[in-house]
Antibody
Framework: EVQLVESGGGLVQPGGSLRLSCEASAFTFSSYWMSWVRQAPGKGLEWVANIKQDGSEKYYVDSVKGRFTISRDNAKNSLYLQMNSLRAEDTAVYYC????????????WGQGTLVTVSS | IQLTQSPSSLSASVGDRVTITCRASQGISNYLAWYQQKPGKAPKLLIHTASILQSGVPSRFSGSGSGTDFTLTISSLQPEDFATYYCQQRHSYPITFGQGTRLEIK
């Protein structure tokens, strides 16, 4: 059974940094695009970033460009999101997701990790 | 590309037939998916490519549409279907979701 387990969330002050991790299992991690999607409390879903299988292509939503960096380590079956210059509006549950083969549909999701940006 | 779902919320009874609409601000061919999310849980993929049922999803769920107008239909509501539903386009970056439709028990 495909599993995605996020970690690294927590409380951080505005302007601070945080690194999220997502550990994948039960599939060939290096064969799939991966993604981060977030959901602010009581709000809808917002796509954050995608990364290609070998890390050579990355895409971001405008609101995080220049502040967030998506990366992966295929040897460790792990996906990361480095978040810098955090703002109150970045407060959300962050989900790691695996995309389908050949397109950007989110097939498998982790349970999410909560990031709270507050002083 | 903006996705607008209607209605934003909906009250229905077990056994009802329900339709949720998703309208795109520009044509997206059939590059649309539907997700179900229950409180405190991750979203679950129901339908991709506008009308293809994801493996393991009950056949009472169906999707249709192309271009700018799409629908998700639940043919006979079951108690476990009360949740929030989102559409998502993968035609172009940035990937976007609709604002969600909350389906409540009448």
């Amino acid at each position: 059974e495909v599993q995605l387990v996020e970690s690294g969330g927590g409380l951080v002050q505005p302007g601070g940094s945080l690194r999220l991790s997502c550990e994948a299992s039960a599939f060939t991690f290096s064969s799939y695009w991966m993604s981060w999607v977030r959901q602010a409390p009581g709000k809808g879903l917002e796509w954050v970033a995608n990364i290609k299988q070998d890390g050579s292509e990355k895409y971001y939503v405008d609101s995080v460009k220049g502040r967030f960096t998506i990366s992966r380590d295929n040897a460790k079956n792990s996906l990361y999101l480095q978040m810098n210059s955090l703002r109150a509006e970045d407060t959300a549950v962050y989900y790691c997701a695996r995309l389908t083969t050949g397109d950007t549909t989110f097939v498998y999701w982790g349970q999410g990790t909560l990031v709270t940006v507050s002083s | 590309i903006q996705l607008t779902q209607s209605p934003s919320s909906l009250s229905a009874s077990v056994g009802d037939r329900v339709t949720i609409t998703c309208r795109a601000s520009q044509g997206i061919s059939n590059y649309l998916a539907w997700y179900q999310q229950k409180p405190g849980k991750a979203p679950k993929l129901l339908i991709h490519t506008a009308s293809i049922l994801q493996s393991g999803v009950p056949s009472r769920f169906s999707g249709s549409g192309s271009g700018t107008d799409f629908t998700l239909t639940i043919s006979s509501l079951q108690p476990e279907d009360f949740a929030t539903y989102y559409c998502q386009q993968r035609h172009s970056y940035p990937i976007t979701f609709g604002q969600g439709t909350r389906l409540e028990i009448k």
